[in-house]
């Protein structure tokens, strides 16, 4: 009998310990979980890019091939998940230069004064669940030259629309960057190229189906719904000469990035 209440006992706080475990977004073992599973889901994926010759980065939460002659990334990629989109992770007032660039990378000064916002690319929104992946999206490896206009408005908007997908499929694999750069037009000592236009492309896997949807518009002000700049990923390949998600079978890829996929549609237009 002794041995049955002690083994219960035993059982019984080990329940209690189980219970208590924080796995709320924010807490030290979710994001634990969190950064394993982004890992794992994303690996396949992280590199997934061909078409740029640039420097390979890896931070925590995203990849990103750098581009020296420009000073910004050709594509910067990651993967998207509900959980991190929340938590109270804090803005920073300055970007920093990104020590894992063997070239350098562009400065917060290269901006100043130039009439141009410091436009981040890995949204810094995306990551609120974790001050150091917040920390992360404000390396000045992570942003290009955005007309304010641009950046505060249709851009802002196009980056809610994909969280907002996420938070309505789950996981989502995001590449964006600079489409086209205007010749010759650069700022700053470091001569950081100006962008004519950016691009976003987006892929969803559920099951053995994959849907894709992409956003090519031009670096300038718009009074347009992000809907309005939706075009098949096939549309940015053509334009950046960039491979998005070429390790896929080739029949699956041709098939998925031909066409927007009808879940990443408006409504009016199902």
């Known amino acids: 009998?002794?041995?049955?209440?002690?083994?219960?006992?035993?059982?019984?706080?080990?329940?209690?310990?189980?219970?208590?475990?924080d796995f709320t977004p924010g807490?030290?073992?979710?994001?634990?979980?969190?950064?394993?599973?982004?890992?794992?889901?994303?690996?396949?994926?992280?590199?997934?890019?061909k078409g740029s010759d640039g420097e390979i980065?890896?931070?925590?939460?995203f990849t990103f091939s750098y581009n020296e002659l420009y000073e910004q990334p050709d594509w910067v990629a990651y993967m998207l998940t509900p959980e991190m989109l929340s938590g109270y992770a804090k803005r920073k007032s300055r970007f920093i230069n990104d020590p894992l660039v063997k070239t350098g990378s562009a400065s917060h000064d290269d901006y100043t004064n130039t009439g141009f916002d410091r436009g981040h690319l890995m949204p810094a929104a995306t990551?609120?669940?974790?001050?150091?992946?917040?920390?992360?999206t404000f390396y000045a490896s992570n942003i290009s030259p955005q007309v304010p206009g641009f950046n505060r408005g249709i851009w802002k908007q196009i980056e809610k629309?994909?969280?907002?997908?996420?938070?309505?499929?789950g996981h989502l694999y995001v590449v964006t960057g600079p489409a086209i750069f205007i010749p010759?037009?650069?700022?700053?000592?470091?001569e950081v190229g100006v962008p004519a236009s950016f691009y976003k492309v987006v892929l969803h896997k559920e099951g053995s189906k994959y849907s894709t949807a992409a956003f090519l518009l031009k670096n300038e002000k718009s009074n347009l719904e992000p809907f309005d700049?939706?075009?098949p990923v096939d549309s940015v390949e053509n334009i950046t000469g960039l491979d998005f998600f070429w390790e896929l079978q080739d029949s699956i890829e041709e098939t998925t990035e031909r066409t927007v996929s009808g879940k990443f549609l408006p409504t009016s237009a199902k």
């Open 184 to 190: 010759d037009s650069v700022i700053g000592e470091n």
């Open 229 to 231: 700049f939706l075009v």
């Open 1 to 21: 009998m002794n041995s049955l209440i002690t083994n219960t006992i035993i059982v019984f706080g080990t329940l209690i310990i189980l219970w208590k475990v």
């Open 127 to 136: 990551c609120d669940f974790d001050q150091n992946a917040k920390d992360e």
């Open 57 to 61: 980065i890896k931070h925590t939460y």
């Open 161 to 169: 629309t994909v969280r907002d997908w996420t938070n309505q499929y």
């Open 27 to 49: 807490s030290p073992d979710a994001k634990t979980s969190l950064k394993d599973s982004v890992k794992e889901e994303y690996h396949p994926f992280s590199n997934n890019v």
